[in-house]
């Protein structure tokens, strides 16, 4: 059906209560709701059609939280038809949940958390880190309490509790402080954006499912569901209501799931995506900059209005690339600042022995990383550096920087390197006097300072933004992949095959999410971290030594945990891991499919990495190597300054293009 008719909305909610077997409570809620909802809706103006349809969907939710809190305080722990009662309470309760994940995400996330959080302790390390210290969140509701279900012996206390939890959070959802957003048409886009790219990074992936078998299910419930959502929205909404487009496009992947196997393992992930999700996202971009919709929530901080693909590399802004540059939009200036920003790429000047430049090690024919060593050497030019060099390529979609996530801007990063002593050991005072004792770099700075009225003078700041302003270049390429989701080309078979299996059977689209396939997931404010295992070298004889984010924020939970990194170019940019361990990506994916550190016998009590086995095959491993060659992008060449400008201090006038060492 094209149209989501408002007969249609009434006759489907009332066959689901008629299936319930609770016809009569069923009724009495729905009066007290309506009865409640009405005097709510007369004081904020909110249309009663779409407001009724919101909180009963809530309703129903507390209501099977609360039936699946008696069942659990009754029960009898011991008795497997006790625990087989229990795991069907959930499956329930999971359903009216996801009837209700439309609005849960995107108008409370941290109360939806409770509800349905996938870790037990989550660090919150998101793009707010920048203005206060990550704090330490534990996390409830239906996934956790399924999870304990199934230990080998589940306590009935921490059962209620995580139920208890995710009915009082269930409860946020009434408050007039939340209810008030559904008074005008605004949040439903914002809403159904956040859904959309749920549905091509989460959903299918059993990122959040407790038990695989159930992910397709729900993901089918949850398009129903969210069927009836868009019939009560264009009642209360008409001007406002999506496009008959729209529609016939939303029915035609309702219909594809549909017909899809119940497996995660065997949906086709390609095909939902490339044919589905994007072109739908692609609309509701459109409608959302048609209606003038304004945002009051934190979770659209990073998205991009102007982004017409999920695969648009404009989707999110992970960092201010230009620094104090930021307001600049003359294209001969950035030009001029670009310009600058290359040279000082490539010039030893900002080392303490003028022979190390960021080429140096970020070597630009080499995808702006070393492929040539597990580790870059010391600044000394004998001892070797703890950790692999990162590629700069797209390094600016993460909030945080580094492999432990110790820096969280572009120009921290640049220069926490740069004032390394076993890097490039330059002082923060020896940054500015070196750069202007060159005639050339004075004279291009001095012309950028009108672009930045705040300063008197040249400084640091300018000098490190031109760097960073230059190296976000490199991050504009798009890969084979991008091309295939846009529907300008197509992916062979095998690679096909392979993001397949990356989405379901392999499990890496858990940790790397789309579209930058890294650690940072809808709606794009938060850089996960994980504790995989990784051992000292091939033979497993010892863990890395490293202790990771731990060294930035003390936890049990992030001993050894390290920012999960992109997978574009990393069929370019072995060796691989935080010490560069593995030097193919068959070893990789060999050590992820043995279960980690765990499953190759290491001792890593926190490890966040399931220790169960894959049991992917030869053609599998290859497949998803196919595949992760589609993410190779074409990226610019990088071609080094002929020369260099001269300086005061003779000295430094032995410099070379790119370093020595």
């Known amino acids: 059906m094209a149209q989501y008719s408002p007969d249609t909305f009434a006759v489907c909610f009332f066959l689901r209560a008629m299936g319930s077997g609770h016809i009569k409570r069923t009724v009495v809620v729905l009066l007290v709701v309506a009865t409640a909802w009405l005097c709510i809706c007369s004081r904020s103006g909110t249309p009663p059609v779409y407001s009724t349809h919101y909180l009963t969907k809530v309703s129903a939710l507390r209501s099977a939280a609360e039936e699946l809190l008696q069942i659990i305080a009754a029960a009898d722990l011991s008795d497997t038809s006790v625990i087989a009662r229990i795991d069907s309470a959930i499956t329930r309760a999971r359903f009216t949940m996801k009837a209700a994940d439309f609005w849960l995400r995107y108008l409370e996330p941290l109360a939806y958390k409770h509800i349905n959080g996938p870790l037990p302790v989550e660090w ?19 996934t956790l309490a399924w999870q304990h279900l199934h230990e080998p012996a589940p306590n009935r206390d921490t059962l209620l509790r995580l139920v208890k939890e995710a009915i009082d959070a269930s409860a946020i959802f009434t408050h007039d402080s939340i209810t008030t957003q559904l008074s005008t048409y605004h949040h439903f886009y914002l809403c159904n954006r956040l859904l959309l790219l749920n549905l091509a990074a989460i959903y299918t992936t059993g990122f959040e499912s407790p038990d695989a078998r159930s992910t397709i299910p729900e993901l089918r419930h949850l398009l129903d569901e969210t069927a009836l959502t868009y019939t009560a929205f264009a009642q209360a909404f008409p001007a406002q209501a999506l496009p008959a487009n729209y529609c016939r496009l939303f029915d035609s992947m309702r219909l594809f799931v549909s017909k899809q196997p119940p497996s995660t393992h065997q949906f086709d992930h390609y095909t939902f995506i490339r044919n589905y999700v994007d072109p739908l996202y692609t609309i509701n971009q459109q409608l959302i900059l048609q209606h003038r919709v304004i945002s009051h929530n934190l979770l659209d901080y990073a998205l991009n209005k102007q982004a017409s693909s999920i695969f648009d590399k404009r989707l999110y802004n992970g960092q201010n690339t230009k620094g104090v540059f930021l307001r600049v939009d003359d294209t001969a200036t950035l030009a001029a600042i670009e310009n600058v920003g290359r040279m000082l790429f490539f010039d030893p000047l900002l080392s303490a022995n003028g022979k190390r430049a960021c080429a140096s090690c970020h070597k630009p024919q080499q995808c702006f990383t070393d492929t040539s060593v597990q580790t870059a050497l010391h600044l000394n030019a004998k001892d070797r550096l703890p950790r692999n060099t990162p590629s700069l390529v797209n390094s600016q979609f993460n909030h945080l920087l580094m ?19 076993a890097e490039m050991g330059c002082t923060r005072a020896d940054i500015t006097t070196r750069v202007l004792q060159c005639a050339d770099y004075k004279r291009i700075f001095s012309r950028l300072l009108d672009a930045t009225p705040a300063y008197n003078s040249v400084s640091e700041d300018h000098i490190i933004s031109a760097i960073t302003t230059y190296y976000a270049s490199f991050s504009n390429g798009y890969s084979l992949f991008d091309s295939a989701m846009n529907k300008q080309r197509t992916l062979a078979p095998a690679a096909q095959q392979g993001f397949n299996l990356f989405m379901g059977k392999a499990q890496c689209g858990t940790c790397h999410f789309l579209p930058l396939f890294n650690g940072v997931k809808p709606p794009y404010i938060g850089s996960e971290f994980e504790v995989l295992g990784t051992p000292a070298d091939t033979l497993y004889t010892a863990l890395s030594a490293d202790t990771g984010r731990y060294g930035v924020n003390p936890a049990p939970e992030t001993h050894r945990a390290f920012r999960t990194g992109t997978l574009r170019n990393i069929a370019r940019t072995a060796p691989h891991m935080h010490n560069g361990v593995f030097s193919t990506l068959m070893q990789v994916i060999d050590f992820y499919d043995a279960g980690g550190g765990t499953g190759h016998g290491l001792d890593v009590p926190n490890q966040t990495l399931s220790p169960d086995s894959l049991h992917l095959s030869v053609y599998e491993k290859n497949a998803i190597i196919s595949f992760l060659h589609t993410l190779n992008e074409d990226i610019p060449p990088a071609i080094p300054p002929a020369s260099l400008p001269r300086s005061r201090s003779k000295e430094l006038n032995a410099r070379v293009p790119g370093g020595i060492y």
């Open 124 to 142: 919150e390390t998101e793009v707010f880190e920048k203005f206060e210290k990550p704090y330490r969140r534990t996390g409830a509701g239906f």
């Open 403 to 421: 492999a432990d996530g110790s820096h969280y801007t572009l120009q921290q990063q640049a220069t926490g390197v740069i004032t390394n002593p």
